[in-house]
């Protein structure tokens, strides 16, 4: 079954379980509460985050990088922010680990770790023969 199949079949069925658990501990309103002041709470957390790494990212051009680093915590703050603004506990526990830097940065450096593999099966796929690979230097005459 497909990754994505099964995360819409769970996930929902894992923040109604949870709803439905905190309601009967605390009860509904203050379960409802809660729900949406983590939201708004998420809102203004990402609100601040976006703006810092969005400064950071415009200092970065200023310089004459280029924001990779801040570009991928602005994915990431995206979909902490649909996270959070979803209704659950589940999605908000995930939403706040993705929002503070820390569990981006760890999450980034995982997906470098990664991404550094697959270009190395790359690159040692190519040096077996599966790809034509030239190497070589030139110079422009004018």
């Keep these: 079954m497909p990754l994505l199949f099964v995360l819409f079949i769970l996930v929902p069925l894992i923040e109604i379980w949870g709803i439905l658990t905190v309601g009967s501990w605390i009860g509904a309103w203050p379960t409802m509460l809660v729900i949406v002041l983590t939201a708004l709470a998420g809102s203004v957390l990402l609100k601040r985050e976006g703006v810092h790494t969005l400064t950071r990212a415009r200092s970065k051009i200023d310089a004459g990088e280029i924001p990779i680093h801040e570009i991928l915590e602005g994915l990431l703050l995206a979909v902490a922010g649909a996270l959070l603004l979803t209704p659950?506990?589940?999605?908000?526990?995930?939403?706040?680990?993705?929002?503070?830097?820390?569990?981006?940065?760890?999450?980034?450096?995982?997906?470098?770790?990664r991404v550094v593999t697959a270009q190395a099966y790359s690159a040692s796929s190519a040096s077996t023969g599966q790809h034509r690979v030239f190497e070589g230097e030139f110079r422009r005459e004018e």
């Excluded at 659950?88 to 770790?113: H, N, Q, V, Y």
């Design 88 to 113: 659950g506990f589940f999605t908000d526990i995930i939403g706040l680990f993705l929002l503070l830097p820390p569990g981006r940065s760890l999450l980034i450096r995982e997906l470098s770790k």
